[in-house]
């Protein structure tokens, strides 16, 4: 699978590393410090006392050097030859000895290599001097920021009095500039603006503005376009539900609105992914068990068309949240049918807790409860076959705002939602029955 790298060059104190942070956080993707590969070879030097900076020495002493990655969560710690080197990489003394050593031919490969071998493994973003014009020159989508030299040097100045290092801008200026001279000025992948890179000065910007900026350019590439066939696929579906049945849909308008995010629905039918795909068109990916998935055929085939993000009955996979994530980033509506089974009698069972945790860990703003009604009717759980010329109303409910994710996730604020997204499906299906069904 092709895999999804994201490219911010510039120089020190740009602003590229909290960006990248951010955007990773944001998109549910890795994160890729460049420079603390650098760092984590100075690191490890500078804590083992080796003074030589000599090529042919670094050269066979990389050789059988090994640099590892631990991710915790976006984030991750830095194991240089099994020494922990994450504590050591914001020193100065050791970014000095990185923009040193960066200079040299081996060292460079090293880096890049490793680099390269570990965003086989998933989507970045990395950030650093030379990753879009060099090390992943044919990465998505590529950014090159920079700032005035004063105003890095504001901001790296603050940031080390934040973490209590005793500095003034006088010094911070002078370091920057040094660096400055040492990264671009080096005969070895200098840094350099790639031509296909958008350029941001961040001089007069928030770190939130800029982030936006990149948000937006971000989704223009990210945003998938579904195949033809699926598009096609939805307008049959239309079709069909409009020449066999009396299909209705009230509130059409909060889900053409709601164009990417979390949908639930309850489940009675077959029908209902069908219906829910007419609604919210090609690009709909689908929450599903993957037991269900598995041991049923018809269900496997239809479901071949569409993206599905499968759980396990048991435990959520180890990427499941972040799949999630960027499946509502990517512009994707994304739905789950929180009953986690099709109703055998057609009532709204319990819910399970899963589309809490998936809303409390996406700290989703929105999500959006459609009920579908006359369905169980057409095409009950156990029969073969559906009926014909009855009708379908599909209600389309008002957003529900959530709010309150920063008071944790405990399992009294789980429950709690769990049971108010249930209560705004129960109100659809009370509207309905009272005012569609005895119509039918
Ligand atoms: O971004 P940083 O300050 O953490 O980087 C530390 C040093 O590593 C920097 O002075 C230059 C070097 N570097 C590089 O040469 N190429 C990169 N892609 C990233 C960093």
Redesign the pocket.
């Known amino acids: 699978m092709a895999h999804f790298i994201i490219t911010i060059?510039g120089p020190?104190a740009s602003g590229?590393?909290t960006l990248a942070k951010k955007i990773a956080q944001r998109l549910g993707i890795n994160y890729l410090?460049?420079?603390?590969?650098?760092?984590s070879i100075a690191a490890f030097l500078v804590e083992k006392g080796v003074a030589s900076e000599d090529e042919t020495f670094l050269s066979s002493f990389l050789q059988s050097a090994k640099l590892k990655l631990v991710y915790e969560g976006s984030f991750a710690r830095y194991y240089f030859n099994d020494l922990e080197v994450t504590p050591f990489?914001r020193k100065e003394l050791v970014?000095m000895k990185?923009?040193f050593i960066?200079k040299q031919k081996s060292v460079?490969n090293f880096?890049n290599n490793n680099l390269q071998e570990i965003s086989n493994k998933g989507d970045f973003i990395a950030?650093?001097?030379?990753?879009g014009s060099k090390?992943f020159p044919l990465a998505d989508v590529k950014f090159f920021l920079t700032a005035t030299l004063e105003s890095r040097a504001k901001r790296r100045e603050l940031e080390q009095k934040t973490m209590g290092i005793d500095t003034s801008f006088e010094k911070v200026l002078e370091q920057l500039r040094l660096?400055d001279e040492?990264?671009s000025k080096?005969k070895i992948?200098p840094?350099v603006r790639p031509d296909d890179a958008f350029f941001i000065d961040t001089t007069s910007y928030t770190t939130d503005e800029v982030c936006e900026e990149m948000f937006i350019e971000i989704k223009k590439k990210f945003s998938v376009q579904p195949s033809l066939f699926r598009t096609w696929i939805c307008v049959f579906l239309k079709s069909f539900f409009s020449l066999f049945y009396g299909f209705k849909v009230m509130g059409e308008e909060f889900s053409r609105k709601f164009l990417s995010g979390l949908v639930y629905a309850n489940h009675t039918s077959f029908y209902d992914a069908l219906i829910l795909l007419t609604l919210l068109g090609p690009k709909t990916v689908f929450v599903a068990s993957e037991r269900v998935v598995r041991k049923n055929f018809f269900i496997r085939i239809v479901t071949s068309f569409f993206p599905l993000i499968l759980v396990d009955d048991q435990n959520m996979p180890k990427d499941f949240f972040r799949l999630c994530i960027k499946t509502i980033h990517k512009g994707c509506p994304l739905v789950i049918f929180p009953e986690g089974m099709r109703s055998l009698d057609g009532t709204i069972l319990p819910f399970k807790v899963g589309i809490t945790s998936i809303i409390l860990h996406c700290k989703l703003k929105e999500v959006l409860p459609i009920y579908i009604g006359g369905v169980y009717s057409i095409w009950p759980k156990g029969k073969w076959f559906p009926s014909f010329f009855k009708k379908i109303t599909v209600l389309v409910s008002k957003p529900l705002h959530i709010s309150g994710h920063e008071k944790g996730e405990g399992k009294e604020a789980r429950v709690k939602l769990t049971n108010q997204l249930r209560e705004r499906l129960k109100n659809l299906e009370k509207h309905f029955k009272e005012t569609y069904e005895c119509r039918i």
């Open positions: 060059d020190s590229k590393s410090d460049s420079g603390a590969f650098y760092r990489l970014a990185a923009s960066a460079r880096v950030d650093g001097r030379d990753l090390v660096r040492q990264d080096r992948d840094l």
